[in-house]
């Protein structure tokens, strides 16, 4: 997560801190709450089956639950079809480049000729 970047329109240096984060269940874990937490930034993570399961199993000691807001998560979906997109392109899909440089640059030419 150190290594988002979010270049500006215009001069000046990428923002390293997003206005919001929205994932999924693979993201509910207690320390990337808590790292955004630390930092300022809002999200929006639902909880998995597991961990709610054992906050109440705790009963009062088990905390509230995190705040989840249905509408702002609904926005997932738009990242999840340009990933459904760029995964039609086989070798994106299957990752046959070796470095990670290489990878980077075949999925920038993707999106381009996607956006194209």
């Not at 709450?33 to 906050?55: S, V, Y």
Request: hydrophobic share 30%.
């Amino acid at each position: 997560m150190d290594a988002i970047r979010v270049p500006r329109i215009g001069p000046g240096r990428p923002r390293i801190r997003p206005d919001h984060v929205i994932g999924d269940k693979g993201y509910s874990s207690k320390a990337i709450r808590t790292w955004l937490r630390r930092r300022g930034i809002a999200h929006t993570i639902p909880e998995r089956a597991d961990q709610t399961r054992n906050r109440a199993r705790r009963g009062r000691t088990g905390g509230r639950p995190p705040a989840f807001d249905r509408e702002t998560y609904k926005h997932r979906n738009v990242v999840e079809r340009c990933f459904n997109r760029l995964k039609q392109w086989r070798g994106i899909a299957t990752r046959y480049d070796k470095t990670a440089q290489s990878y980077q640059a075949a999925v920038t030419l993707a999106s381009l000729l996607m956006w194209a």
